[in-house]
């Protein structure tokens, strides 16, 4: 079960790097602004909030990423440890999107799936 948390964490922390990207590189470009939904001028609008946001994305995806490094080399309970606190926060902010914005579900869901999945698969690995 170790390493199937690890893969999800890792498959969990990939996606946070490219929500990242889309929100602190690609903002106002056509491809966030189709995966956001927004027009250019709202885009250009909240460009600033996006940036910030996206760098919440993109430590989250970190800390999960040290925990794999860690799992990997052989400190099992600190890399898991920092797998689940960081794909569990993911999950959190995905929790948050769906309850705050239920048009935005496809997005949550998105968002929360591999996290979910990785916890899952953490906690199991913890208790073995």
């Not at 993109?58 to 099992?76: K, N």
Request: contains cysteine; hydrophobic residues 60%.
């Amino acid at each position: 079960m170790l390493a199937v948390a690890l893969v999800l964490g890792g498959l969990a922390a990939a996606l946070h790097v490219f929500i990242w990207y889309l929100e602190s590189v690609a903002w106002t470009g056509p491809r966030a602004r189709a995966t956001f939904g927004t027009t250019p001028e709202q885009a250009e609008a909240n460009r600033e909030m996006a940036y910030n946001q996206g760098f919440y994305n993109l430590f989250l995806a970190v800390l999960a990423i040290v925990g794999i490094v860690l799992a990997a080399s052989g400190r099992t309970t600190a890399g898991l440890t920092l797998v689940l606190a960081g794909t569990g926060c993911m999950l959190a902010a995905a929790l948050v999107l769906l309850l705050s914005s239920p048009d935005k579900r496809r997005a949550a869901v998105t968002q929360g799936t591999l996290p979910l999945l990785a916890v899952v698969a953490t906690v199991v690995a913890l208790a073995a």
